[in-house]
């Protein structure tokens, strides 16, 4: 059964930094793209970055271009995201998910996500 | 970056048939036959509905349907149940490692 375990989050003062991690098993982690998701309060889905299996392909959305970094360890069968310079409007649950086609990052869809981890950026 | 155009709400009575747009552009969905929904409970992960615009993953009843035409793909949900009651998400991919989410429609069943 595929798992997705994301951690990392918390309460945090605008301006610092925070990394999050997603701890993934039950399936070949090195064979797919990942991504992460986030919905802030009350608010729709928004795609926040991925990362291809390789770490060759690499995206983010205009609103976290240049302060966030996706990253993984395939070693580690895990996906990180750091987070520098937050702002009030990064608050959101930051989902982890995993793609369903193997070896693609544009064809491809979010199955399964994992839980969550709440982020909260307030002084 | 916009998000794709859906509407905020759609609502049915049990047994009848919805249907749910989502516009984006030729940057997007009308660009590539990715084109996935997402079901969402409150308080729980999304869930995926479709895939490809119109490929049914295991498991998921087959009420559920998808089609795009242009840059608009849609979502019908046939003989509305109960447990249809959600938010609906659409997701295109969207050129040079992107991905956008459409703005989320809630779904009542009456």
């Known amino acids: 059964e595929v798992q997705l375990v994301e951690s990392g989050g918390g309460l945090v003062q605008p301006g610092r930094s925070l990394r999050l991690s997603c701890a993934a098993s039950?399936?070949?982690?090195?064979?797919?793209?990942m991504h992460w998701v986030r919905q802030a309060p009350g608010k729709g889905l928004e795609w926040v970055s991925g990362?291809?299996?390789?770490?060759?392909?690499?995206g983010y959305a205009d609103s976290v271009k240049g302060r966030f970094t996706i990253s993984r360890d395939n070693a580690k069968n895990s996906l990180y995201l750091q987070m520098n310079s937050l702002r009030a409007e990064d608050t959101a649950l930051y989902y982890c998910a995993k793609t369903g086609l193997s070896f693609n990052y544009a064809r491809n869809w979010f199955d399964p996500w994992g839980q969550g981890t709440l982020v909260t950026v307030s002084s | 970056q916009s998000a794709l155009t859906q509407p905020r709400s759609v609502s049915g009575s049990p047994g009848q048939s919805v249907t749910i747009s989502c516009t984006g552009t030729?940057?997007?969905?009308?660009?590539?036959?990715?084109v996935s929904w997402y079901q969402q409970h409150p308080g729980k992960a999304p869930k995926l509905m479709i895939y490809d615009v119109s490929k049914r993953p295991s498991g998921v009843p087959d009420r559920f349907s998808g089609s795009k035409s242009g840059n608009t793909a849609s979502l019908t949900i046939s003989g509305l149940q109960a447990e249809d009651e959600a938010d609906y998400y659409c997701?295109?991919?969207?050129?040079?490692?992107?991905f956008g989410f459409g703005t989320g429609t809630k779904v009542t069943v009456l």
């Open positions: 997701c295109s991919y969207a050129g040079t490692y992107t």
């Open positions: 030729s940057s997007d969905v009308g660009g590539y036959n990715y």
């Open positions: 990362i291809s299996w390789n770490s060759g392909s690499i």
């Open positions: 039950g399936f070949t982690f090195d064979d797919y793209t």
